[in-house]
């Protein structure tokens, strides 16, 4: 993976990051299109850069993470990334093996995106407008809603917004609920890979670090432009759009791989 291929990896998972349709699975499908070789090292690229998208959050909602005297909104970030912890330590290889899978993509693109054609009209009657009112066991079941997510193409925004309103709160509440639990999840998981893959491959190169760092800052100045952006339409058209997208993305990903131009 050259430079400008990152960078063009980046600002997908910049743009994609906090939308319902999967930043892994349009990462995914990016270097298929760039004729990026699957490695090991491509893998860690693909989950670290994420962290990069994610701290955009922190800094437009800096009031709220420094924040230090309401304790309870760390606990509850705390105990809503327990699931995911769990459930990313026991299926580490699993997951890594679907990483490599464009047909799991096109699958779960389409699935995903005839769920989210019906969402809104699910969950009609929300009670919760704000984090502040979001219990410690909704919180939890928030949390076991992102665990889906670990299948590539699902979108762990889409999986936390939907137990987000599965639990109550309104779209709004749950899309920048499932923005703060993003933090601690893309963190877990950037440590564990970056740490596993030292481990195993006695390192990092220089220009493995040098794509790291493109890539993190790439991801981290595009998100800063999507998650307003996001917020903003969610309120006012809900998730249709992004059901009609993925049904769109995921068919064609289908008749793609079914040609053999895509593997």
Known sequence: MNTIQSIIIAIVEGLTEFLPISSTGHMIIAEKALGVTETDFIKVFTVAIQLG???????????????????????????????????????????DALLESSLTV?????????????????????????????????????????????????????????GGMQQKL????????????????????????????YKESGGFSAEEIKQLAIGNIVAFIVAMLAIKFFITFLKKYGFRVWGIYRIVLGATLLLLIWKGAVQ
């Open 53 to 95: 998208a994610i701290l955009a959050v922190v800094v437009l909602y800096a009031k709220k993470f420094f924040n230090f005297n309401r304790w309870q909104f760390y606990a509850k970030l705390a105990v809503a990334v327990v699931p995911a912890l769990i459930f990313g330590f026991l299926f580490s290889k699993k997951i």
């Open 106 to 162: 096109a699958i779960t693109m389409l699935a995903g995106g005839i769920v989210l054609l019906f969402i809104d009209k699910a969950f009609t009657k929300p009670a919760i407008q704000s984090e502040e009112k979001v219990s410690y066991g909704k919180a939890v079941i928030i949390g076991i809603w992102q665990c889906i997510a670990m299948v590539p193409g699902v979108s762990r925004s889409a999986a936390s917004i939907i």
């Open 170 to 197: 309104t779209r709004s509440a749950a899309a920048e609920f499932s923005f703060f639990l993003a933090v601690p999840t893309m963190l877990a998981a950037t440590v564990y890979k970056l740490l596993k893959y």
